[in-house]
């Protein structure tokens, strides 16, 4: 068992109930600071069990072990489309030379009908791909391969065309920009 990943698992459960570790700890009638400690020592399966049960999940889901459910890919997609039309997120197009670098798994070969969007997204980036009527989402954590998703394909489209209404609507600004410039 990762206690890391446990650890992370479990403080990103709490976030997404909206109460702190200290508070979990307090309704399992956990000692202050037990969860804490986990980080640095296993803890009891009886105490992971508790946790898992306390957030309706399986202990496999908590510590990591389980695949990542069709529920918890619509909530990414859902937070990526969100923060997209917030604006908290700019995606960018991308051109050849900014995948010079890069190792996808599994590849794919850059061509002209290629159409590329990338961000920077927590800890790395994330890029979408699209190629004849087919979108894919990487992910490129530092110092890893950028690994293809396996997203709800009907939230990508959602988001992709939130792309490219973006895309038009700058190019939309930019030209009346260039009316205003060259009639002055």
Not at 48 to 55: E, G, L, N, R, S
Not at 62 to 84: A, N, P, Q
Not at 145 to 158: G, V
């Amino acid at each position: 068992m990762d206690i890391d990943l446990l650890y992370m698992n479990i403080k990103e459960y709490c976030a997404q109930m909206g109460i702190s570790i200290s508070q979990l700890e307090k309704e399992l009638h956990f000692g202050t600071g037990t969860i804490g400690k986990w980080k640095q020592s296993f803890p009891s399966i009886e105490k992971v069990a508790a946790v898992a049960q306390f957030f309706h999940i399986s202990v496999d889901e908590l510590c990591g072990l389980k695949k990542e459910t069709e529920v918890t890919k619509s909530k990414f997609m859902e937070g990526l489309i969100k923060k997209t039309l917030d604006g908290e997120i700019i995606w960018y197009p991308c051109p050849y030379h900014d995948f010079m670098k890069i190792k996808f798994c599994p590849p794919f070969h850059y061509s002209d009908i290629n159409e590329i969007y990338g961000t920077d997204y927590e800890m790395g980036s994330l890029f979408i791909k699209y190629e004849e009527n087919d979108l894919t989402l990487y992910i490129l954590l530092d110092g890893c391969n950028c690994m293809k998703q396996d997203e709800n394909m009907q939230q990508l489209w959602e988001l992709w065309k939130i792309l490219k209404d973006k895309e038009q609507e700058m190019q939309e600004r930019i030209n009346e920009y260039k009316k205003i410039f060259i009639n002055e």
